[in-house]
């Protein structure tokens, strides 16, 4: 008795993506980032554009501008709309080389439960923007900043704001140079976010005694990073859980 062939669509041997069940579509695609499915995979067919526009999957945001700052317009656009398909389901969001306080406080308003904000290279952000933003971000875990100079009170404003905060990632490393010194981040860190576990503080300024002023006031610290900080050099020798270089 000859056995029957498995129908198959289109050339021999070639899988028809459309037959695919929707979540596992939708965990492909999940895996490109927010660019590449607003611009190429919602575009594909009918029932990857509604794939798209469902809110779990915006859950995570991550853009980047590597090309020219002339983009940033076009991205800043692109974010909002992100923002908009996520419906407050937002958790997670990452934007690298553009941004500014109009986009960070949109973001703000409407992702309450946001638990992660990575902003790198976002030079058009504010202080005071960040301060208004922590204030809308009770739920918010994880705060990783790569951009110039947080005064003390804008520091202290976050933890306050942020009761929540286990994680802190904060690179100056390409902002300030030494012999500049400085305790103000290092003592705003320490006086209003006592449950964190982990914290970098790339090329930042701190002395020993703004170093001994985070280990008084991190209690739960788990992990220090102070790679570039040439003036906590003497705090290396009697505390094995930080790197320093």
């Not at 779990?56 to 940033?72: A, K």
């Not at 941004?99 to 960070?104: F, N, Q």
Request: glycine share 6%.
């Amino acid at each position: 008795m000859a056995r029957r062939k498995r129908k198959t669509s289109g050339a021999a041997g070639t899988r028809n993506w459309l037959e695919l069940p929707s979540d596992v579509t939708a965990s492909i695609l999940s895996r490109l980032g927010a660019i590449e499915i607003l611009n190429s995979a919602q575009k594909v067919c009918s029932q990857w554009r509604n794939i798209c526009k469902d809110p779990s999957m915006w859950r995570s945001i991550d853009m980047r501008n590597l090309g020219d700052r002339e983009d940033d317009i076009v991205h800043e656009k692109m974010c909002f709309h992100a923002v908009d398909r996520s419906r407050g389901h937002l958790i997670d969001i990452n934007f690298e080389y553009f941004g500014t306080d109009e986009l960070l406080l949109y973001i703000a308003e409407r992702s309450a439960h946001l638990k992660r904000l990575r902003l790198f290279s976002c030079y058009g952000i504010s202080e005071d923007a960040l301060v208004k933003v922590a204030l809308k971000l009770p739920f918010l875990e994880e705060l990783e900043i790569y951009i110039c100079d947080i005064p003390k009170e804008t520091m202290e404003a976050i933890g306050r704001s942020c009761p929540l905060l286990k994680s802190l990632k904060y690179n100056l490393e390409h902002c300030k140079s030494f012999p500049y010194v400085s305790d103000d981040e290092a003592l705003g860190i320490a006086q209003s976010m006592p449950e964190l576990r982990h914290l970098e503080l790339l090329g930042n300024a701190l002395t020993n005694e703004g170093l001994q002023a985070i280990l008084d006031g991190c209690r739960h610290l788990e992990y220090l990073d102070l790679r570039q900080c040439s003036h906590g050099e003497k705090m290396r020798r009697t505390h094995k859980n930080f790197t320093a270089s």
